[in-house]
């Protein structure tokens, strides 16, 4: 039995997917997690076989998520559910250590097709956008400059780009504004950015928050 976890900030969607998997033979919905935090805790937990992951949703976001679920439950198969199909989010992911990406718009058969290959250590591609990452996942192996944070960093950063204040983010993290404000200027330091409009302008180029 494949144990699938279903990772979507849309309620109507990851019950849609759910429903879709219910009776299908051989998988096993465990879990739904609306956000890539909530995500790593369960996959931490539940540790399940393939986490089923939407790209763009708030927080650390899909390609962050990725990579933290492959650091925390190194056996574990992300499979991207996106309806973006267009670069850069496609190759991010991959990058990121992805098995595979699918369209919001397959049917029923071809995410059971894509969920069975990346568990035999396949990967998975939709027809439609397959071509369109070959060239580009095969030939930039750039990597991604949020790869230069800590995990604190990161965290501090993408509660910036979702324009969290500093006084909130103290709170969040029990440390003092002080604290935070440090943390502030190593990030810009480390990315070569002065102000949080050209963070979070690196943020939406590196595909970790929505455009």
């Given amino acids: 039995m494949i144990k699938v976890l279903v990772v979507d900030d849309h309620e109507l969607v990851r019950t849609g997917i759910c429903r879709m998997l219910a009776d299908t033979v051989d998988i096993e919905v465990i879990g739904q997690a609306e956000s890539g935090e909530m995500a790593i805790d369960m996959a931490r937990r539940e540790n399940p076989d393939v986490v089923l992951l939407d790209v763009n949703m708030p927080g650390i976001g899909g390609v962050e998520t990725t990579r933290r679920l492959i650091q925390s439950v190194p056996t574990i198969k992300v499979l991207a559910v996106s309806g973006l199909a267009e670069e850069p989010y496609p190759s991010l992911l991959l990058k990121a250590g ?23 250590g396949g990967k998975y591609f939709s027809a439609d956008i397959a071509e369109q990452i070959a060239s580009s996942y095969l030939s930039d192996q750039q990597q991604s400059p949020f790869d230069l944070l800590s995990e604190r960093e990161m965290q501090v950063a993408m509660m910036v780009v979702n324009c969290i204040s ?9 440390v003092s504004v002080k604290t935070v404000n440090t943390y502030r200027y190593r990030i810009f330091e480390k990315l070569d950015v002065d102000s949080d409009v050209k963070l979070t302008h690196l943020a939406i180029r590196y595909g970790l928050i929505k455009p």
């Fill in 98 to 120: 992805a098995k595979g990406y699918i369209t919001k718009g397959a049917p029923l058969s071809e995410m059971v097709r894509a969920i069975k290959k990346v568990m035999q």
């Fill in 166 to 174: 500093a006084q909130e983010i103290a709170d969040r993290l029990f």
